[in-house]
């Protein structure tokens, strides 16, 4: 299954993410798999993203056939 995942990275932890490449390599081989699709989907339904740790939060993740529109303070981008 195709799915796109929209992630957001507090830039005060990419350092730390950059200094130690493994911890990101392991948010990603998690992305594969469904380890946080429940948690996910509670939260997308209260209108949150999931913390994964490391500064790093899934805020979505859908069938890549899925339309989908984020939304900033600044611009909104139809993905």
Not at 22 to 40: D, N, V
Not at 42 to 50: C, D, F, I, M, S
């Amino acid at each position: 299954m195709s799915t796109r995942t929209i992630l957001e990275i507090n830039h005060d932890h990419l350092g730390h993410l950059q200094k130690h490449p493994e911890i990101f390599a392991e948010i990603l081989a998690e992305l594969g798999m469904s380890i946080h699709g429940a948690a996910l989907n509670k939260a997308n339904e209260r209108g949150h993203a999931l913390d994964i740790g490391h500064g790093v939060r899934i805020v979505l993740q859908r069938h890549h056939s899925t339309d989908v529109t984020v939304q900033t303070d600044y611009a909104g981008v139809r993905l």
